[in-house]
Nanobody
Framework: QVQLVESGGGLVQAGGSLRLSCAAS????MGWFRQAPGKEREFVAA????????YSADSVKGRFTISRDNAKNTVYLQINSLKPEDTAVYYC??????????????WGQGTQVTVSS
């Protein structure tokens, strides 16, 4: 059974940084999504297991970076220059590397990121 365990969320002031982690029970292509209250789940970034290709949503380019530690089966999301509108529950997902949430069969429990102004 695929298990994903996220960590690293919290309360941070605008302009600050966070690094989210997602430890997986195996080697998978993975993505990060976020969901703010009252909004649909939104793609943030994805990393392909084979070859390590990455891409991110235009809305976060330059501030969000996805990376992977293969030895630890862990994917990271480095978030810099945080803005209040980045406030959301952030989820990691495994089994695809698309922008579409429905393509991912496995999901973590989510980690809350709250940015104060």
């Amino acid at each position: 059974q695929v298990q994903l365990v996220e960590s690293g969320g919290g309360l941070v002031q605008a302009g600050g940084s966070l690094r989210l982690s997602c430890a997986a029970s195996g080697r998978y292509s993975m993505g990060w999504f976020r969901q703010a209250p009252g909004k649909e789940r939104e793609f943030v970034a994805a990393n392909r297991w084979s070859g390590g290709s990455t891409y991110s949503a235009d809305s976060v380019k330059g501030r969000f970076t996805i990376s992977r530690d293969n030895a630890k089966n862990t994917v990271y999301l480095q978030i810099n220059s945080l803005k209040p509108e980045d406030t959301a529950v952030y989820y990691c997902a495994a089994g695809a590397w698309t922008m579409t949430p429905d393509d991912y069969p496995y999901w973590g429990q989510g980690t809350q990121v709250t940015v104060s102004s």
